[in-house]
């Protein structure tokens, strides 16, 4: 089971700004840096951030993320109908296993 | 460009075991770190299982510690997940993911996916 808290869902009209929120402990984000997976319908998931703040090479600079404490959040700004999709955070547990957050999925008006 | 092709899913009966592959092409397979990532139908994300570049360091989910086996074979680019005792909490499309470190741990990131192999478990 997701040991890592989103909001089920979250929504925009274009050009929005939208945040996520991923909540965990001390022993995963408190600790560990968050990464953040972009899923589209049908596809497989695509790395968006990594290293709490990082985008790899082809990501959007729309797409930003933060951490504070055992708390980390993915913002989307300049919302766009290609950005509907699920997002999900993740972060290394201590307890030496990856944990998923639940899930959010964003629709745009 | 980075490829990761899956396979080995399909329908088995609970209790019964599966074996599963990944064939990696398009980077030097044996830089990174590789892993297993599964989704049942119409849920989130579950890692699974991670090896390193060198199969020094494994590890797995506990719901499936002492069930599944990873490994990998550097010389034919290769990933494999070894499910034995299969139950119905088991089916899921599985991913095979790189890392985007040699070790896994605090600094993992999964930054190619395959499209992913169905499995099945039901009588």
């Known amino acids: 089971q997701s040991v890592l808290t989103q909001p089920p869902s979250a929504s925009g009209t274009p050009g929005q700004r939208v945040t996520i929120s991923c909540s965990g402990s001390s022993s995963n984000i408190g600790s560990n840096t968050v990464n953040w997976y972009q899923q589209l319908p049908g596809t497989a998931p695509k790395l968006l951030i990594y290293s709490n703040n990082q985008r790899p090479s082809g990501v959007p600079d729309r797409f930003s993320g933060s951490k504070s404490g055992t708390s980390a959040s993915l913002a989307i700004s300049g919302l766009q109908s290609e950005d509907e999709a699920d997002y999900y955070c993740a972060a290394w547990d201590d307890s030496l296993k990856d944990v998923f957050g639940t899930g959010t999925k964003v629709t745009v008006l | 460009e980075v490829q990761l092709v899956e396979s080995g899913g399909g329908l088995v009966q609970p209790g019964r075991s599966l074996r599963l592959s990944c064939a990696a092409s398009?980077?030097?397979?044996?830089?990174?770190?590789m892993h297993w990532v599964r989704q049942a139908p119409g849920k989130g994300l579950e890692w699974v299982s991670g090896i390193s570049w060198n199969s020094g360091s494994i590890g797995y989910a506990d719901s499936v510690k002492g069930r599944f086996t990873i490994s990998r074979d550097n010389a034919k680019n290769s990933l494999y997940l070894q499910m034995n005792s299969l139950r119905a909490e088991d089916t899921a499309l599985y991913y095979c993911?790189?890392?985007?470190?040699?070790?896994?741990?605090?600094?993992?990131?999964?930054?190619?996916w395959g499209q992913g192999t169905l499995v099945t478990v039901s009588s």
């Open positions: 993911a790189k890392d985007i470190a040699r070790w896994f741990g605090e600094l993992s990131a999964y930054y190619n």
């Open positions: 398009g980077f030097t397979f044996d830089d990174y770190a």
